[in-house]
């Protein structure tokens, strides 16, 4: 099963969000995620048509989980972020094998089961400890050519 760029960065952004209770421009989620900022733009639009968002303009704007969205599960985000689409397109073109051919349906099967493991984990379970930290601790890049900055403590 492949997934699109689009719903592997909304996960990214929706697990950002999960670590932590402060708000993000969206702004910040493209530079920590190293995509451009129209990009993450239009995912966080998409994320919040499908509810799993609340977003606000201005100062003290920006972007949170929605309430329901740490209880829902992967598979749902891929669901509604994927569509309902197959894993293969049998009937553009035309396949000519259509009439006889059980790979379609054991394709279906198995995408089936993908969706049906990532059904059993909830989003909230993918910012809980041990990765919490490791997420809270996603840095912003350095711009180029300067030095890296010291580790706190030191």
Not at 31 to 39: A, D, E, Y
Not at 67 to 94: K, M, N, Q
Not at 118 to 123: G, Q
Request: proline share 10%; with cysteine.
């Amino acid at each position: 099963m492949y997934l699109t760029h689009s719903t592997d960065l909304a996960l990214r952004a929706l697990m950002l969000l999960g670590a932590s209770a402060e708000r993000r421009s969206a702004a910040d989620l493209a530079t920590r995620l190293r995509v451009p900022p129209q990009h993450m733009a239009k995912i966080v639009q998409r994320l919040r048509r499908h509810g799993l968002v609340e977003t606000a303009r201005g100062r003290g704007g920006g972007v949170v989980l929605a309430a329901r969205a740490p209880g829902t599960s992967v598979g749902e985000i891929v669901r509604v972020l994927e569509g309902p689409g197959e894993v293969v397109d049998c009937d553009h073109p035309p396949c000519p094998l259509r009439g006889g051919c059980r790979l379609r349906g054991a394709l279906r099967a198995a995408q089936e089961a993908f969706l049906a493991s990532l059904d059993r984990v909830p989003l909230r379970d993918l910012v809980s400890d041990p990765p919490e930290p490791v997420l809270l601790s996603l840095a912003l890049p350095a711009p180029a050519g300067a030095p890296p900055e010291p580790e706190k403590g030191t």
